[in-house]
């Protein structure tokens, strides 16, 4: 194979593994809010009364 190719294949598979990771870390860690809202459930109870 010429060297272009290996770089070419190369490059694919960095990008495929970057966006692998990525989107499995969108697909298992909870969204900001979520983490957000279970850091200060007292400010949501007072917000949901008022």
Known sequence: MKF????LHG???ACLLLC?????AMFVL???AAIAAG???STAAVSAEG
Not at 4 to 7: F, G, R
Not at 20 to 24: E, I, P, R
């Open 4 to 7: 272009e190719t290996l770089m």
């Open 11 to 13: 490059l694919f598979a």
């Open 20 to 24: 692998l990771g990525v989107m499995s």
């Open 30 to 32: 909870p969204a900001p």
């Open 39 to 41: 850091h200060a459930p």
